[in-house]
């Protein structure tokens, strides 16, 4: 075996070890994000986004797109599903009349302030049980790992 096939192999291994680690714990944020709070994951990852671009009168829809890791067309009907959810809204840009802004309304911004402590709660136990899972352990040490906080 040579030593480009072994480190091949090694991002193969780590590549299906993401998938199956992002995918449990979509599922598990999900379903207590959905049952606590009626936004999915994906909704509220999309809030928090535009909370955090508000000061700059909301994001541009392709960056959210890519903020969220979706599709363009997938993100809209989120905002829209959103804005008629009223925790959002969008607005056409005054520069240029082809790009539309997302925005979080108060409302949005209450949901994802009384979410936030279900998604870290739920995100760490997910993190945890991930960590005794052969599957998916050394993946979860290395995304806890920071460098900037080891001794040395």
């Known amino acids: 075996m040579t030593a480009g096939r072994g480190r091949r192999d090694g991002e193969v ?3 299906r070890q993401l998938t199956v680690l992002t995918s449990r714990i979509s599922n598990t944020l999900d379903k207590r994000l959905q049952r606590g709070h009626g936004v999915s994951v994906a909704e509220y990852t999309a809030l928090v986004v ?3 671009n508000a000061k700059s009168g909301g994001v541009r829809m392709q960056d959210l797109a890519e903020a969220v890791g979706l599709s363009q067309s ?4 989120l905002v829209a599903r959103l804005e008629n959810e009223g925790l ?5 840009s005054e520069e ?3 790009v539309m802004y997302a925005q979080i309304s108060e409302q949005g911004t209450a949901v994802i302030a009384d979410a936030a402590a279900t998604f870290q709660k739920e995100l ?3 993190l945890d049980v991930a960590s005794f899972d052969e ?6 040490a290395r995304l806890r790992h920071n460098p900037a906080t080891a001794g040395g």
């Open 96 to 98: 240029d009349r082809r």
């Open 74 to 77: 997938t993100v809209s009907r």
């Open 88 to 92: 959002a809204g969008r607005v056409i």
């Open 50 to 52: 535009m909370r955090d």
């Open 124 to 126: 760490t136990t997910a």
């Open 13 to 15: 291994e780590l590549w």
């Open 135 to 140: 599957q998916t352990a050394s993946l979860v």
